[in-house]
Nanobody, 115 residues
Framework: QVQLVESGGGNVQAGGSLRLSCAASGFTFRLLTVGWYRQTPGKQRELVAQINRSGVTNYVDSVKGRFTISRDNAQSTANLQMNSVKPEDAAVYYC?????????WGRGTQVTVSS
């Protein structure tokens, strides 16, 4: 059974740091492209960061230089290190994986930012 479980969300002070984790099971993780998306009420879900099977990353402009996506294929995990967090980073963050057999989503983890 395939499953993605996010963790690490919570409240963070503006300017602070937070680390989100995504644990995958039921996948051949090393073959997947992994992404972190976020969504706020009334807005479309947006791609924040993505890392492909070769380790190539891409980021939405608003987080470049502040967020870092990484993966550990041996542990089937992916992390999103969020630094210099801003109030506009507050959202529900979702882990996403894409592979030959389709696209899968986690249930999300809430990030709130105190200013």
């Amino acid at each position: 059974q395939v499953q993605l479980v996010e963790s690490g969300g919570g409240n963070v002070q503006a300017g602070g740091s937070l680390r989100l984790s995504c644990a995958a099971s039921g996948f051949t993780f090393r073959l997947l492209t992994v992404g972190w998306y976020r969504q706020t009420p009334g807005k479309q879900r947006e791609l924040v960061a993505q890392i492909n099977r070769s380790g190539v990353t891409n980021y939405v402009d608003s987080v470049k230089g502040r967020f870092t996506i990484s993966r550990d294929n041996a542990q089937s995990t992916a992390n999103l290190q969020m630094n210099s967090v801003k109030p506009e980073d507050a959202a529900v963050y979702y882990c996403n994986v894409q592979g030959t057999y389709g696209t899968y989503w986690g249930r999300g983890t809430q990030v709130t930012v105190s200013s």
